[in-house]
């Protein structure tokens, strides 16, 4: 039994597991309630925030290439998210985004070590302007 596993997929589609130091494999000999199957959790999500503050990040790779991902931080009522993703993932309406903005980015996968939970700009993710801070 896994307990307190991150379901996911990686940039390709393929399912992960993100087992971090508060998650736990447990030997299971039967199914207790609130078990799921394998393939019966979510690897994808929706995240709907105010914007906090934008993120931009850039280096040189092992391999001598230029890389840069580009965040946004959104806070609602029940806490905050980072969402991060490569460059060339983003539309190019994250660059309009202010402070206070609020937006809604669809199917995004998780990704999280310890309490931290990010969520992962991938191919077929979208994001959306529900309301600007100026109007």
Same mark, same amino acid.
């Given at each position: ?18 087992v ?9 000999? /039967? ?25 931009f990040?850039?280096?040189?790779g092992? /391999?001598g ?12 009522d ?10 060339n ?5 994250? /660059? ?11 199917n ?11 969520? /992962?700009?991938?191919?077929g993710s ?7 801070t100026?109007d």
């Amino acid at each position: 039994r896994l307990v307190g596993v991150i379901p996911s997929t990686n940039w390709k589609g393929e399912l992960q597991l993100k087992v971090d130091p508060h998650a736990r494999v447990e030997k299971a000999d /039967n199914s207790e309630e609130g078990d799921i199957g394998l393939f019966d959790f979510r690897a994808r999500w929706n995240v709907v925030g105010r914007v906090a503050y934008t993120t931009f990040k850039s280096g040189v790779g092992k /391999n001598g290439k230029p890389w840069a991902r580009k965040g946004v931080v959104l806070l609602d009522d029940t806490g905050r998210i980072s969402v991060e993703g490569w460059d060339n993932a983003w539309p190019s309406i994250f /660059n309009t985004f202010k402070q206070g903005d609020e937006i809604a980015v669809l199917n995004v996968s998780l990704d999280a070590w310890a309490i931290d939970v990010k969520a /992962n700009l991938e191919k077929g993710s979208s994001i959306y302007v529900v309301s600007r801070t100026d109007d």
